[in-house]
Structures are given as structure tokens and as C-alpha cells.
């Protein structure tokens, strides 16, 4: 006897069927709020912007940014081993879809995420028909789920991250998450403390095989941009806060007002998570009584600048390649924190907050390998920094181990899921 359904998704799907007008009340919304693509708003209705090609179509989903940046070294590994297909990847951010834009190989076809209403997600995947689909850590969204299981599309969850919150939220509600989680016939964890809480939730053994994040290829950096920011910064000691949020700036800020007491030719790069937080971070930066110079206003950085803000998109591989240390933001706050292989690649020394439950593995490898630097508050960062600024050798070091490391472990991963998802692929007629 088939089990009932949860209450709470017969609700959820029974309000979204009668909340059309609420749907587009929101994406309105979001649009005036800038958090939406004028020119693309269609596609969050499920209107296709372009036709289905011709042949097996692989859907790759990402919510954002970096769950979207996992699909590339994925749809390179897949397009190498099944030259046949077409990849549809989806997100749902505009910064997402800018960089899928820029990335993205030409077999590949990126589209926003419908909003999960009915009728939205029914033109979605009446126009798309995918063969099958991988969805990257998190996206549980009831109604796309329930009309993929409806047209019997073979369905993945790689990579899956479910924070400590979210599961505890989700354990009030067991019935509901082992529906949801029974449209996937793959489920693969993050690490194991996330493999742990799905098994817990879908009720069935769920393994890992690393995180696809250690797979990425490094971040772009053109060397063009590399020597002009190189150029202005000269022979100055240099640090950068990547990925801050709201909250995290003012730290930052008040370790490097204790750097310059000690080291007054160390300049700080700041690249806050959300580029439109640049008007928010200068103010910020000036009421500290900075000197500063902004990258989208065009702004270059000299002898007088004391905080360079970065607030443009696609540019944190330039700013990782010409800074010495990188304090890697989310992580002061419990955000999570962000991939600290992104640095580790491209020739820094990493330091980072106590909040890095997103990659609590990876940190704490990085931590035992003398890969990077835990740091609890302001008082903490700018000790380290003094430190490491100062000397040159042991920032060096840190620097090459962490290089290393992240070189080791990304060789493995793609590989294991790789192989792990062939049983998908072959019942959607792809594989064999």
C-alpha cells in the first residue's frame, strides 16, 4: 500500500494551483527589487527563450552562483563521454546567469529556473522534455519534483548540502522530506555529516564520494587585468576579503585600521558576495574614515588608496591572483562560508571565519594540511595578518600547501560521479 502524503505538500501544491496572480505578484517584485532579468522574466514563467534541440537533452540544475560554477567541470566531463548531448543548465540568480553566460561551453543551453508554480513548471518541462536531470546540493522545490515524477524523468541529488538548520527544520516535517527526496533515484552527499542527515530524511542509505566543488577549474584571470592591478598595487602588501556579507564588512575593516598601525602600506581589496552592495560598502569604508577607490566606477587604485572595493562581476579569479592572503568572507556570520579552493588555486594564503559548515570537511583538511588559518574575530584576523604579511617565507608556504592540496583532491571526485550517475543516464537511454 503506497504511503499517504504529507498534509503540508497537498497544501503547498493546492495553494500554488489557485496563487498564479501571487506568482507573477512576486516576480514583480523582484524585478523592481533588481533581483530579476528584465529581458528574461519569461523564462521564470516557464516560457522558453530558445527551441529544444533535437536529441537527448541532460538537465543540470544549480540554484546559484556557486552550485552553478559546480555544473562546468560536470557538463565537460559528461560532454566528453556522451558527445551526443545537449545540456539545458538552469539557475535562478541573475548574477548566476551572467556567469553561466560567459562560461558556459556552446552545447550547453542556460535558462532560469521557473518559479515553482504549476502552471509555470508544466510550460517548462513541456517545452524542454528533458531525458533526465542532476540536481546540485539543495533545490527542493514540491511542485517541479512532483511534475518530473509525473512525466517519469529520472532525477539525481549530487553533491547534496543540507545545513544544520535546514535539517532540524526538516526533521519537524519527516513525511513531507522522504516524499520530496523519493523523486530523486540518486541521492550522493556533499561529505558524510550531510550524506548522514539525507539518509536520515529520504529513509534509505545515502553514500558521498567527495565534494564536486574540489573539481572546479580555477577561476578566470585574464592576465591582461592581472598586470594593470598588479601595476597600481606595485611592491605594497595587499589582502583580500572575498565573498563578505552584510555584517562581516566592519571587522574587516577594523582588523585592517590594526594592520596599517603596524605594516601603513598594506592595502585592502574588498569583493563583497553581491556586487550591488557596492554604494553600501563604500559608505562604510568612508564613515571608518577610509580612503578609498571603487572598480565599477572605473576607479584606479594609488599610492593613496586604503581599500580598493571590487564590486563587479566575474572578477574574484583577477583579485585571488594579485593578492598575497585571502580572508574568504560567509564565515564571521553563519552564512556557511565559500569554496576556499578558489583562493588555494590561484596562489593564496587562506584564512577564514569559524561559520564554515558549507564545507566543514574541506576546511578542516585545509586546517590539518597547514592550508589555512582559522580566524574567530577582528582581533584574530589582523594578528594573522600582521603575521603572515610580514613574512614573506611562511605566507609563501601556506600559500604552495594550499596549491597542493586542492590539486590532490580534485582529481578523484568528478571521476567517482561520474560514474556514480551512469545508472541515470542509461535508464534515460543515454548511456550504453
Known amino acids: 500500500m503506497a504511503e499517504p502524503k504529507a498534509w503540508s505538500l497537498k497544501t503547498y501544491r493546492a495553494a500554488t494551483r489557485l496563487l498564479k496572480p501571487a506568482a507573477n505578484y512576486v516576480l514583480e517584485r523582484r524585478l523592481r527589487a533588481g533581483k530579476e532579468d528584465p529581458q528574461r522574466l519569461s523564462e521564470r514563467r516557464g516560457v522558453a527563450s530558445r527551441p529544444r534541440p533535437e536529441g537527448k537533452v541532460l538537465w543540470l540544475h544549480g540554484a546559484s552562483v556557486g552550485e552553478s560554477l559546480s555544473v562546468l567541470p560536470l557538463v565537460d566531463a559528461l560532454a566528453e563521454a556522451h558527445p551526443e548531448l545537449t545540456f539545458l543548465v538552469t539557475s535562478g540568480t541573475v548574477t548566476s546567469a551572467e556567469l553561466m553566460g560567459k562560461r558556459l561551453p556552446a552545447i550547453a543551453i542556460h535558462q532560469y529556473i521557473p518559479i515553482d508554480q504549476p502552471h509555470f513548471v508544466r510550460s517548462f518541462l513541456d517545452h524542454w522534455k528533458p531525458d533526465a536531470g542532476v540536481f546540485i546540493e539543495s533545490e527542493l522545490w514540491p511542485i517541479m519534483l512532483d511534475e518530473a515524477g509525473r512525466r517519469d524523468i529520472p532525477l539525481a541529488l549530487i553533491n547534496g548540502r543540507m545545513s544544520p538548520r535546514s535539517f532540524e527544520s526538516w526533521k519537524g516535517k519527516r513525511r513531507a522530506a522522504k516524499e520530496l527526496l523519493s523523486a530523486f533515484e540518486i541521492i550522493i552527499g556533499q561529505n558524510q555529516e550531510n550524506a548522514e542527515r539525507f539518509e536520515t530524511l529520504a529513509q534509505r542509505p545515502v553514500g558521498t564520494l567527495g565534494n564536486l566543488k ?54 585592502l581589496l574588498v569583493a563583497p558576495r553581491h556586487p550591488v552592495r557596492g554604494d553600501e560598502v563604500e559608505l562604510l569604508c568612508r564613515e571608518q574614515g577610509f580612503q578609498t577607490a571603487r572598480r565599477s566606477k572605473g576607479e584606479a587604485l594609488t599610492e593613496k588608496t586604503e581599500i580598493y572595493i571590487a564590486d563587479t562581476l566575474g572578477e574574484l579569479g583577477v583579485l585571488y591572483s594579485v593578492s598575497d592572503i585571502a580572508f574568504v568572507g560567509g564565515s564571521l556570520l553563519p552564512v556557511g562560508g565559500h569554496n576556499p579552493l578558489e583562493p588555494a588555486r590561484l596562489g593564496c594564503a587562506i584564512l577564514h571565519g569559524p561559520e564554515v559548515f558549507n564545507f566543514a570537511d574541506t576546511y578542516a583538511a585545509m586546517r590539518r594540511s597547514g592550508s589555512s588559518g582559522l580566524v574567530r574575530n577582528e582581533r584574530d584576523l589582523a594578528a594573522s595578518l600582521i603575521r603572515l604579511l610580514g613574512d614573506e617565507k611562511t605566507r609563501k608556504a601556506m600559500a604552495g600547501q594550499a596549491a597542493s592540496w586542492s590539486e590532490k583532491s580534485a582529481k578523484t571526485v568528478l571521476e567517482a560521479l561520474i560514474e556514480a550517475l551512469e545508472p541515470l543516464l542509461l535508464r534515460a537511454g543515454i548511456a550504453g
Open 214 to 267: 574540489h573539481a572546479a577549474e580555477p577561476l578566470p584571470a585574464p592576465s591582461e587585468e592581472i598586470g594593470e592591478m598588479k601595476g597600481w598595487l606595485g611592491s605594497r602588501l595587499r589582502w583580500l576579503a572575498a565573498s563578505t556579507h552584510e555584517g562581516e564588512e566592519l571587522p574587516v575593516l577594523q582588523a585592517h585600521r590594526q594592520i596599517m598601525g603596524e605594516l601603513d602600506d598594506a592595502v
